[in-house]
């Protein structure tokens, strides 16, 4: 008998291990958790981001305040109202949850407006902010699936509807005194182009010059730009590359025909360059995702704006440089992206 209970003994003792170890195994072995990506967080999001280079348009905004004065508060406030309102309503109509506080739609206002000249109506303002957002953005599905910047088809659209009116220039140190109206003035590339007379690079670097109400001051939209490139919100390769060919192409033809062509400095620091390289090229929806393919877009769009501003019947073309190469992302994206691990291409 004592025997038998020794054994019994035994047995629980080995069964009471085993249930030890299986509990332990149990405890150890966690299940296995999948996610979709992102799986490395950051304090940035879409809103900051939009936000961020809201702010970093504010130096040229500014700019051209104090330059155009009534007519550029009135552009810029009318043009960004009526983006906002636009996606709002859209959002309702469609069923969506809004989505006019990731700032995106107020992006595309504002950029509409300091593309615009400050004679330019309010009324064509806001029907291409209109157009700029239905057609260039909603229409795709929203902001991250539009194919071309909303805010340079909104002004492509007025460009063909209204071709006098956003070619009437005002002249800025007379419009602050006197009135938007009183004095109407070339852009320095139209000066150039058809007058072959050279704008002084002190004039374009703050912005006292005819043009565009955002375009005009080199100086506060390089400001602004090196901030998108310190915080990373712009790939740093599009404006070297857009700007780098620009000056590289430009000067070589430059150099062979000085009397004829504008030097490359010239061509940076004037017309839209500046705003199209840092803030309409590097959107994050409408340009390519690999580095590669930056540099390729970059090149594309500066290649295609010296010929254009060369050889074409406009003194500018920042906005058909940037939109081509928007069509063509797609494709760059496609022939540019990495292999995956192991894959084998024909």
């Not at 702010?55 to 552009?75: D, H």
């Not at 006292?208 to 955002?214: H, T, V, Y």
């Not at 062509?261 to 803030?279: E, K, T, W």
């Not at 959107?283 to 501003?309: A, E, H, N, Q, Y």
Request: glycine share 10%; proline share 5%; with cysteine.
């Amino acid at each position: 008998m004592a025997a038998e209970k020794q054994d019994r003994k035994k047995n629980k003792a080995k069964s009471a291990e085993k249930k030890g170890d299986r509990s332990k195994l149990i405890e150890v072995e966690q299940p296995l958790i999948l996610s979709s990506s992102p799986h490395e967080y950051t304090t940035d999001s879409v809103p900051r981001i939009m936000w961020s280079v809201v702010g970093a348009l504010m130096p040229a905004t500014i700019m051209a305040v104090y330059y155009f004065r009534w007519a550029a508060v009135a552009m810029i406030i009318a043009c960004t109202a009526a983006a906002v309102a636009t996606e709002a309503i859209l959002n309702r109509l469609k069923g969506d949850s809004l989505t006019v506080k990731d700032g995106s739609a107020a992006i595309t206002g504002l950029l509409l407006a300091l593309t615009l000249p400050p004679g330019f109506s309010i009324s064509g303002g806001i029907i291409g902010s209109v157009f700029a957002i239905a057609l260039g953005k909603q229409i795709f599905g929203g902001l991250g699936f539009n194919i071309f910047n909303p805010a340079l088809l909104g002004r492509a659209f007025l460009q063909a509807s209204f071709p006098v009116a956003i070619t009437t220039w005002t002249n800025p140190s007379t419009a602050k005194f006197a009135g938007i109206d009183a004095v109407s003035a070339a852009t320095p590339l139209g000066q150039f182009k058809f007058e072959h007379i050279l704008t002084n690079y002190g004039d374009l670097l703050t912005g006292n010059i005819g043009g565009s109400l955002g375009e005009t001051s080199a100086i506060a939209l390089l400001i602004g730009g090196l901030y998108l490139l310190i915080k990373k919100y712009a790939d740093w390769r599009i404006p070297l590359s857009f700007l780098g060919s620009v000056f590289i192409f430009g000067g070589i033809f430059w150099l062979f025909a000085p009397d004829k062509y504008p030097d490359p400095i010239f061509q940076l620091l004037s017309g839209g360059l500046m705003l199209g390289a840092f803030f309409m090229a590097t959107d994050m929806v409408t340009s390519p995702i690999t580095p590669k393919g930056s540099w390729i877009f970059g090149i594309g769009c500066g290649v295609i704006l010296v010929i254009i501003r060369l050889f074409g019947g406009l003194p500018e073309g920042v906005m058909y440089s940037i939109l081509l190469m928007n069509a063509v992302t797609p494709l760059i994206n496609r022939y540019t992206r990495p292999k995956f691990f192991g894959e084998v291409r024909a």
